[in-house]
């Protein structure tokens, strides 16, 4: 299972892009939100670093190895969450996903059947049960950002449920001193939640009350 992918950039296309890796170019897939990220990075980084996710295409009489790249575990984690929604699969899903994950996300969690109608290969009756299925589980992934600002590893914090929360909000590339204070406060706000995945809800939905105009 390859997990994870470092090396050049020798090709980029419309859905894919080949990384040369000790010698041998892949084809990776990318879902295309994603790929603009890559295409805006790429003239100021050097070697690109993937997350990837291995699955086989099955076709007549055989099977095919097929990767997924993103830029973070938080994305490949959505896009796993994304195709568990029944009748999604991988190839579906890198179609629809045109639009920044946190957006979808955003999507999801309000119950915008609009927004989720617009993306490729997303109907009606598929944009309910994407809803049905993961409304109020993917908060955290609306808190994804795409500004590229250099973040320190997390320091020691209360619990271990605030380092875990604080640590996938560092990799979400938010400053430590922001993330903190963002933990605390949802804290404050519920302070029941039992899990990092709770507390991460907690963060987005306090996020979206502060952005909402008074």
Do not use: C, W
Not at 59 to 76: M, Q
């Amino acid at each position: 299972m390859i997990s994870r992918m470092r090396g050049a950039i020798r090709e980029v296309g419309e859905h894919s892009l080949l990384l040369e890796v000790a010698g041998i170019s892949y084809e990776i897939l990318i879902p295309p939100s994603v790929l603009r990220a890559i295409q805006e990075r790429a003239e100021s980084a050097g070697d690109l670093e993937l997350v990837t996710f291995h699955y086989q295409q099955l076709d007549v009489g055989r099977g095919i190895p097929v990767l997924v790249g993103f830029l973070n575990e938080i994305e490949r984690e959505f896009f796993e969450r994304f195709i568990s929604v029944a009748g999604i699969g991988p190839k579906a899903a890198l179609r629809a996903l045109t639009q920044p994950i946190p957006i979808i996300a955003q999507a999801i969690d309000e119950g915008d059947l609009g927004l989720l109608r617009s993306l490729p290969g997303i109907g009606e009756q598929r944009a309910r049960e994407i809803v049905a299925k993961l409304q109020g589980k993917v908060g955290k992934f609306g808190l994804i950002q795409t500004r590229g600002e250099a973040h320190a590893p997390p320091e020691p914090s209360t619990s271990a449920l605030e380092d875990e929360a604080l640590a996938v909000l560092l990799q979400l590339e938010y400053k430590k001193a922001e993330a903190k204070q963002m933990v605390r406060a949802a804290l404050e706000r519920n302070p029941k939640v039992k899990t990092a995945e709770d507390l991460l809800n907690e963060v987005y939905r306090q996020q979206r009350l502060v952005g909402e105009p008074a």
